[in-house]
């Protein structure tokens, strides 16, 4: 099962640290216990998701709990493929009735419906599917009591035709669809809104997503997905209380770490433009620990860009990575504070080989990130391999190294 953490609210818009749960069919994760762990170790800048609706309605008093403590608790939910029963029983929000599957299912050209995701059940038109969504959301966040959404695969831009005879839908009209949905439950709820990517096409209405940062990947590949003896093998869908595809530590297979990791290949577009208005981050099943060989380069990145950690907890994993998640928090709250509403407007290579660079803002802070092994002098400052250094507007500065 699925979990996920984010961020914001965008009429009080402080940051908050996304913090990724994973919680079994027992909730083992979603507790009071847990949520006074997390306020005990100082953490006050959270957004906790869960994988699905029901740890919430078995443990309402860890939701109220949360909600006390200040945090963001929403779960995750989902509405474009719809599969049918005994396919997959672990992907809940998934399980659309039957009627309403084979009519909202999106029609090929060719007549025969879209696959769903990898393949399994159908893709659903979102307009087709907007008052299933409208009564099923508002029994979630009812009997929830949620303070925010993840809404999977909503702003990823995934567009397509459809043929079916009644509708006939462009893909414009599809894009539309989407919005709907989206603007219609922050209308309503007046919450924090998220969802998969944040393509432009479907940002109006969010304020976190998850994606861009670091993207799924090696859908397809089976050293990643299916071939248990590979080191890059992500691990499987259980036990049911620490997944291992969530917390088993794994290195990035070539091309892929290179491509997508390397500080000399990247470049940061996206928060150029969303910075001040979408909260950018890690896809779900990449949390700040999942790659041992990246995971330093995913720090400095992350923390150059100013965009959030992520990670996955469990009732048995939460003593280790509380130090971590702390240790996140001490660098990117501070300046997440202080840059949230901030746009990115110049990014510097300092070096030739691009292992030193450099990100400022609008109100001229910048952010200095040493992705090499030797040190940089940085106006007769000295910045450590692996460390960044935050010069802020108002004359503070601040270093963080990745551990």
């Given at each position: 099962m699925l979990a996920k953490i984010a961020i914001v609210n965008k009429h009080i818009v402080k940051q908050f640290i996304i913090l990724r749960a994973i919680y079994g069919f027992f909730c083992q994760a979603l507790s009071k216990p847990v949520i006074e762990a997390l306020q005990t170790a100082k953490l006050n800048k959270l957004l906790l998701l869960t994988p699905s609706w029901t740890p919430a309605f078995y443990?309402?008093?860890?939701?109220?709990?949360?909600?006390q403590a200040g945090y963001l608790i929403g779960t995750y939910d989902s509405y474009n493929t719809a599969i049918p029963m005994g396919v997959n029983d672990n992907?809940?929000?998934?399980?659309?009735?039957?009627?309403?599957?084979?009519?909202?299912?999106?029609?090929?050209?060719?007549?025969?419906?879209?696959?769903?995701?990898?393949?399994?059940?159908?893709?659903?038109?979102?307009?087709?599917?907007?008052?299933?969504?409208?009564?099923?959301s508002t029994k979630i966040m009812?009997?929830?009591?949620?303070n925010s959404l993840f809404?999977?695969?909503?702003?990823?831009?995934?567009?397509?035709?459809?043929?079916?005879?009644?509708?006939?839908?462009?893909?414009?009209?599809?894009?539309?669809g989407f919005n709907y949905r989206l603007q219609w439950f922050v209308d309503r709820y007046q919450v924090p809104l998220?969802?998969?990517?944040?393509?432009?096409?479907n940002t109006s209405s969010i304020l976190f997503a998850h994606g861009i940062q670091t993207m799924g990947f090696g859908w397809l590949d089976p050293d990643m997905r299916k071939n248990k003896q590979s080191p890059y093998?992500?691990?499987?869908?259980?036990?049911?209380?620490?997944?291992?595809?969530?917390?088993k530590p794994v290195q990035v297979k070539a091309p892929y770490k290179d491509l997508l990791f390397a500080p000399e290949y990247k470049l940061p577009l996206y928060q150029?433009?969303?910075?001040?208005?979408?909260?950018n981050g890690f896809h779900w099943g990449a949390d700040s620990l999942k790659f041992t060989d990246v995971k330093?380069?995913?720090?400095?990145?992350?923390?150059?860009?100013?965009?959030?950690?992520?990670?996955?907890?469990?009732?048995?994993?939460?003593?280790?990575?509380?130090?971590?998640l702390k240790h996140y928090a001490k660098g990117f709250q501070l300046t997440h504070e202080k840059l949230w509403d901030k746009t990115l407007v110049k990014f510097v290579d300092l070096t030739k080989n691009r292992q030193v660079q450099q990100t400022m803002f609008s109100d001229g802070s910048t952010i200095t990130a040493n992705f090499s092994s030797k040190d940089y002098l940085l106006n007769k400052q000295v910045v450590k391999p692996n460390m960044v250094v935050m010069h802020f507007s108002d004359g503070s500065v601040f270093n963080w190294k990745s551990n």
């Open positions: 443990h309402p008093e860890a939701v109220t709990a949360a909600k992907w809940l929000t998934a399980q659309i009735p039957s009627q309403l599957r084979e009519n909202c299912a999106i029609v090929k050209k060719d007549g025969h419906k879209k696959m769903g995701f990898q393949g399994k059940g159908v893709y659903t038109n979102p307009k087709c599917m907007q008052a299933y969504f409208q009564q099923r009812r009997y929830g009591g949620f809404l999977d695969a909503d702003a990823t831009g995934m567009l397509y035709e459809d043929y079916q005879p009644k509708r006939l839908h462009s893909q414009s009209t599809m894009a539309k998220g969802s998969e990517d944040g393509n432009a096409i093998y992500l691990g499987a869908w259980w036990p049911d209380d620490e997944p291992q595809v969530f917390f150029a433009v969303f910075h001040d208005a979408v909260i330093v380069v995913r720090d400095l990145t992350a923390m150059l860009y100013n965009t959030p950690p992520m990670l996955h907890i469990s009732r048995n994993s939460l003593k280790k990575r509380l130090p971590v």
